[in-house]
C-alpha cells in the first residue's frame, strides 16, 4: 500500500523557518509519476491548500501565504519538501502531505507543528 | 479564489437513511474539477469522490457524485454506521486550489 509520511519539528519559534519533509514509500508506485501536494488545518479552521510540487521542481503555491512557501523534490529519495519562512502564530498547524493521482488520493497522517516562543 | 460553500453545515440521519451533501462554488467550476473526501476524526482526508462524478478507488457504490458548473452535489444512499463523519469539497479546476467548510454527517 503506497504511504506518505511527514517529518520536522513539533516547534517553531516565530519569524523563524518552518521546514518539513514528506517521504513517499509504494510498492510499485512510481514517485515520478504524481503531483505532490501540501495542506495543513489550522486549529478551528478548515482545510487550506498551501502549494504543489511537480518532478523538475515546478511548483505553485497559495497566494494567500505572501511568497514565505518554497517546495522542493528529490526523486532519488522519493521525498519532497516545505519551506515555509517567517512564521507566526498563524501557521500553527497540522501539515499534511497529499498524492495526487485524480484526487489527493493518498495522504500522510499529519504532522502538528506550533509556532510558539 | 474560487469559494467553496457546503450546506448544509449539519445532517443528523439515522443508519440507512439518504444523505445529500451540496457543495456551491462562487465560480464556474472547469471540466467538473471538483472532489469530495470524508474525514473520520483524527484522520486524514480519504478521496471519495473526482472528477464530479467518479468513484475513486475502493469506494462503494452507495457514494455517488453529481452536478456540474456551480453546483455539486454528494449523496450518499443507505448510510453505514462507518458513513457518519466529515465530509469535504475541493475544487482544482483553478490555483489556488480549495475546500469547502465541511457538512459533518451524525447519527440522529
Known amino acids: 500500500q503506497d504511504q506518505l509520511q511527514e517529518s520536522g519539528p513539533g516547534l517553531v519559534k516565530p519569524s523563524e523557518t518552518l521546514s518539513l519533509t514528506c517521504t513517499y514509500s509504494?510498492?510499485?508506485?512510481?514517485?515520478?509519476?504524481?503531483?505532490w501536494h501540501w495542506i495543513r488545518q489550522s486549529p478551528g479552521k478548515g482545510l487550506e491548500w498551501i502549494g504543489i510540487?511537480?518532478?523538475?521542481?515546478?511548483?505553485n503555491d497559495n497566494p494567500s501565504l505572501n511568497g514565505r512557501a518554497s517546495m522542493s523534490i528529490d526523486s532519488t529519495k522519493n521525498q519532497f519538501s516545505l519551506r515555509l519562512k517567517d512564521v507566526t502564530a498563524a501557521d500553527t498547524a497540522v501539515y499534511y502531505c497529499?498524492?495526487?493521482?485524480?484526487?489527493?488520493?493518498?495522504w500522510g497522517p499529519g504532522t502538528t507543528v506550533t509556532v510558539s516562543s | 479564489e474560487i469559494v467553496l460553500t457546503q450546506s448544509p453545515g449539519t445532517l443528523s440521519l439515522s443508519p440507512g437513511d439518504r444523505a445529500t451533501l451540496s457543495c456551491r462554488a462562487t465560480?464556474?467550476?472547469?471540466?467538473?474539477?471538483l472532489a469530495w473526501y470524508q474525514r473520520q476524526p483524527g484522520q486524514a482526508p480519504r478521496l471519495l469522490i473526482y472528477?464530479?462524478?467518479n468513484r475513486a478507488s475502493g469506494v462503494p457504490d452507495r457514494f455517488s457524485g453529481s452536478g456540474s458548473g456551480t453546483d455539486f452535489t454528494l449523496t450518499i444512499n443507505r448510510l453505514e454506521p462507518e458513513d457518519f463523519a466529515l465530509y469535504y469539497c475541493?475544487?482544482?479546476?483553478?490555483?489556488?486550489?480549495?475546500f469547502g467548510q465541511g457538512t459533518k454527517v451524525e447519527v440522529k
Open positions: 465560480q464556474r467550476i472547469n471540466s467538473n474539477y
Open positions: 472528477g464530479a462524478s
Open positions: 475541493q475544487q482544482y479546476s483553478d490555483t489556488p486550489w480549495t
Open positions: 510540487v511537480l518532478i523538475g521542481g515546478v511548483t
Open positions: 509504494s510498492h510499485g508506485g512510481y514517485f515520478t509519476r504524481y503531483a
Open positions: 497529499a498524492r495526487w493521482n485524480n484526487g489527493l488520493d493518498v
